[in-house]
């Protein structure tokens, strides 16, 4: 199975890593959500879930989201055309997580988090002054949809692609499906929260 998973080659170090784990699990039974949330052996993995799992909240996508559509009609896309782009993008988002899954073993997780969360910090200061000034040149709307796609593939190559295996690398097998009912439960909690605070900040 670990081959036809992973291609030829030597993945004794791998199946090594597996049975001692299982090894070490033994007749272990899985973990409630509270025992996940009672043991201090991982007090540090649940405090990283939760804060991977804020920032992909608070990051900015559901904003560009909201008003890729506003930002596609300034930009002289017929409202007719637009779900043709947003088709686009919904793409750019597919093809950007699988790309992900290529370069995640060769650039390493941190590296894809950290250099596509500046990327897209800076796509999202150059979006805020490129939709201050679109009235200004006749070019500047064009910018915020070229904006528009490369926040959504920095969002695909980085955290979209590196959050969603995190739980399996740093859970052992009795705590996994806790630390998934976790990461769900807070994942819906902070977008029922933005829901509700985002008209507010408009």
């Known amino acids: 199975a670990v081959k036809q998973l992973w291609g030829a080659g030597d993945h004794l170090a791998e199946i090594n890593d597996m049975m001692s784990e299982q090894r070490a699990i033994g007749a272990e039974k899985a973990k409630s959500v509270w025992d996940l949330?009672?043991?201090?052996?991982v007090r540090w993995q649940l405090i990283t879930l939760l804060l991977v799992v804020s920032c992909i909240q608070l990051l900015g996508a559901n904003v560009v989201y909201s008003y890729a559509y506003s930002i596609f009609t300034k930009a002289g896309i017929p409202p007719a055309q637009t779900h043709y782009v947003s088709l686009g993008i919904g793409t750019t988002?597919?093809?950007?997580?699988?790309?992900?899954?290529?370069?995640?073993?060769?650039?390493?997780?941190?590296?894809?988090?950290?250099?596509?969360?500046?990327?897209?910090?800076?796509?999202?200061?150059?979006?805020?002054?490129?939709?201050?000034?679109?009235?200004?040149?006749?070019?500047?709307?064009?910018?915020?949809?070229?904006?528009?796609?490369?926040?959504?593939?920095?969002?695909?190559?980085?955290?979209?692609?590196?959050?969603?295996?995190?739980?399996?690398?740093?859970?052992?097998?009795?705590?996994?499906?806790?630390?998934?009912?976790?990461?769900?439960?807070?994942?819906?909690?902070?977008?029922?929260?933005?829901?509700?605070?985002?008209?507010?900040?408009?």
């Open 37 to 41: 949330l009672r043991d201090r052996a």
């Open 93 to 202: 988002e597919i093809l950007s997580t699988v790309l992900c899954g290529f370069l995640i073993e060769r650039a390493g997780r941190r590296t894809l988090l950290w250099v596509n969360y500046a990327v897209m910090a800076l796509a999202l200061g150059l979006l805020t002054a490129t939709l201050s000034l679109q009235d200004s040149f006749f070019w500047v709307p064009y910018c915020s949809v070229a904006l528009v796609f490369i926040f959504i593939m920095s969002y695909g190559i980085g955290p979209g692609g590196v959050v969603c295996p995190l739980i399996t690398e740093i859970f052992i097998q009795s705590y996994r499906p806790a630390a998934y009912v976790f990461n769900g439960v807070v994942n819906w909690i902070q977008l029922f929260i933005l829901g509700l605070v985002f008209p507010f900040l408009v």
